[in-house]
């Protein structure tokens, strides 16, 4: 007997240290932290960081010299009778050799262009990471408010289902007593049993965002959100404000001015590959026993390729990253100005919820306390309920609209990028 309590006593023991390991191994997050998690791991960023270190191999490449030139050319008298008297074929006096080693020599600053061009290429890679980081974060921050709204309407419809969960059980007690008819007890439990539909529904749907959302962070094994995190990080200033440091600060921005810069580079590397450049070396020529030795020179006449559509095509691609320019600029002004009225809009929206919670609250208890004591008809009890939970939703709908309006603004204005610092 004493055996079988220790062994009860172990397993108690076993099942509570699993227990509290699983409970720790699920990581709450704040958006912050889920931003700041998805930076590190998220998998499309993973993937696009090679990019910056493909850019890099190019300055290498460019700061490479070419390679020289090494020709041989040997020449053999066919016919014996041409031979000297008294050697074969392999004799030097039968022999005619060429030994050319040319070496190209780059000018007009093309080797030069070409570094430039390459270290400009990786800063407009870089860029283009931290534009991709932008929108990750953005993607990352409302399916974190998702996961918020979702669980907020399963916490509802928990309350709900409570609070009618406690009336069914009054109800079949004085249905028992006669106190109620039977129709008063089926409408009590007909809701209960939709509310418990909803509610597997929005378990369900909480899960599956979850489930989107670490995908994004790029983390393994269960995880949440902190529920009392508001996310208000960085204050909001006036829209003058935001709309000079969007263009100061917003990556899409400063990765076509950096295309610009690259292009007025590419321009002159380009122009510069239009001048011949010149192979020289030294030849080593053995003619019949007799060896020469001497420098050489080689030029290409440049009579039909100049590179005149490549000068050409780069002058247009530097004249398309100007144009788009002027449209981003555009761009991100109506966006940042639709984003900002839009977040005080909502700001506005939200405040005048607060006396309408309270009110939905204090009617659905009254109601309750008077079905409870006769003075009214279940009906009006099911219509405070439902006026209590569209009450409810309304609200949260009215928060999220608030917050999703905030991560919007963020995203317009390029500080979201500072959340995952």
């Known amino acids: 007997m004493k055996d079988n309590w220790k062994l009860v006593l172990i397993t108690l023991l076993l099942a509570c240290f699993v ?4 409970v720790n191994a699920q990581k709450s997050y704040t958006l912050q932290e889920a931003i700041q998690t998805a930076k590190a791991n998220n998998p499309g960023l993973k993937t696009d960081r090679f990019n910056i270190d493909i850019a890099q191999t190019d300055i290498i490449t460019a700061k490479l010299f070419s390679n020289p030139f090494l020709e041989n050319e040997q020449y053999y008298l066919p016919n014996p009778k041409n031979f000297v008297p008294g050697t074969d074929l392999f004799s030097s006096q039968n022999i005619q050799m060429l030994v050319k080693h040319m070496q190209p020599i780059p000018i007009a600053g ?14 407009v890679e870089l860029y283009k990471y931290y534009e991709l980081e932008r ?51 089926h409408r009590t439990e007909l809701l209960s049993k939709q509310l418990n539909i909803q509610l597997k529904a929005a378990s369900l749907n909480v899960k599956n965002k979850l489930s989107e959302l670490k ?92 590179n005149q559509g490549e000068i050409k095509k780069s002058y247009l691609q530097k004249q398309q990253a100007e144009a788009q320019l002027l449209t981003l600029k555009l761009q991100m002004q109506t966006e940042v100005s639709v984003a900002y009225a839009n977040y005080r809009l909502q700001q506005q ?3 005048n919820f607060n006396v309408l919670l309270q009110q939905s609250q204090i009617i659905l208890d009254n109601v309750k306390y ?16 439902r006026s209590w939970i569209e009450t409810q939703q309304q609200f949260y709908e009215a928060m999220y609209a608030y917050k999703q309006s905030y991560i919007q603004l963020l995203y317009a204005t390029g500080l979201i990028n500072q959340l995952a610092l």
Do not use: C
């Open 215 to 306: 995908f994004l962070l790029g983390v393994e094994g269960d995880i949440e959100i902190n529920q009392s995190d508001d996310f208000l990080y960085l204050a909001v200033q006036e829209i003058d404000s935001l709309i000079q440091f969007s263009l100061k600060n917003r990556s899409d921005i400063q990765l076509t001015n950096l295309l610009i810069e690259a292009n007025n580079i590419n321009i002159k590397l380009q122009k510069s590959l239009a001048v011949p450049g010149p192979q020289v070396g030294f030849v080593l020529s053995p003619q019949n026993g007799i060896t020469y030795f001497g420098p050489s020179f080689s030029l290409y006449v440049p009579l039909f390729d100049r």
């Open 110 to 123: 093309q080797r030069k262009n070409k570094i430039k061009l390459s270290q400009a290429n990786v800063n």
């Open 349 to 351: 929206s939200l405040e």
């Open 19 to 22: 227990f509290s390991h699983t």
């Open 370 to 385: 008077a079905y409870m004591k006769g003075g009214t008809s279940i009906i009006d009890f099911l219509e405070a309920q």
């Open 135 to 185: 929108n990750i974060f953005s993607e990352v921050a409302n399916k974190w408010l998702d996961v918020w709204m979702a669980q907020k309407q399963l916490e509802i419809i928990q309350k709900a289902k409570n609070n009618v969960d406690s009336l069914v059980l009054i109800n079949q007690n004085r249905f028992k007593n006669q106190v109620i008819t039977q129709t008063d007890l």
